[in-house]
């Protein structure tokens, strides 16, 4: 099974800040990564698929990239709103895997 | 609009039964994976299953191989996640979502493992 290091696993940052979330599978995956934002007692919500595609709806500010073994999630500059737990998913080969999650404080 | 409503939560016993159903709005599950997915309280997502479209293949999490199933009817354009042989570490929030990548989320549905 693939293992997902997701790090770091929270941080604090302000308004108008940019910040990396990172996720490193532990064997090579292709760009079958996707991120995800949870708010408090919410569904969670996909952000990111095939590593650096935005879901429809989502705000450019937020962007993926990365491959192989290494992904980054960017929030370029950071909102009030933008609060919340953030995942990664490996979706290259099952079974599929989450990373632990990062919590965001803004 | 996408919609999904999942059901069939609620307290059971260890070593007991329970299905869980997902009720699909706004598109067809027959052309569609869908997946199952869970949350234990206070901690991180936990992929479960999935079915292909076409509803020959299952896979699931090693931590549920053997004792849930995932399933679908087509004709209701439901998904359903039988769950049997319950652990009080199967104590969740269970989550259907749309396609593999997980596209569209429900709310979910809780399940509470205990005596």
């Known amino acids: 099974d693939i293992q997902m290091t997701q790090s770091p696993s929270s941080l604090s940052a302000s308004v108008g800040d940019r910040v990396t979330i990172t996720c490193r599978p532990s064997q090579v995956i292709r760009n079958g990564l996707g991120w995800f934002q949870q708010k408090p007692g919410k569904a969670p919500k996909r952000l990111i698929y095939?590593?650096?595609t935005l879901d429809s709806g989502v705000p450019s500010r937020f962007s993926g990239s990365g491959s192989g073994t290494e992904f980054t999630l960017t929030i370029s500059s950071l909102q009030p709103e933008d609060s919340a737990t953030y995942y990664c998913l490996q979706h290259n080969s099952f079974p599929y895997t989450f990373g632990q999650g990062t919590k965001l404080e803004i | 609009e996408v919609q999904l409503l999942e059901s069939g939560g609620g307290l059971v016993q260890p070593g007991g039964s329970l299905r869980l159903s997902c009720a699909v709005s706004?598109?067809?599950?027959?052309?569609?994976?869908m997946s199952w997915v869970r949350q234990a309280p206070g901690k991180g997502l936990e992929w479960v299953s999935i079915i292909s479209r076409s509803g020959d293949s299952t896979y699931y999490a090693d931590s549920v191989k053997g004792r849930f199933t995932i399933s679908r009817d087509t004709s209701k354009n439901r998904l359903y996640l039988q769950m049997n042989s319950l652990r009080a570490d199967d104590t969740a929030v269970y989550y259907c979502a749309k396609g593999g990548w997980l596209e569209h989320w429900g709310q979910g549905t809780l399940v509470t493992v205990s005596s």
């Open positions: 095939a590593a650096s």
């Open positions: 706004g598109f067809t599950i027959s052309t569609n994976d």
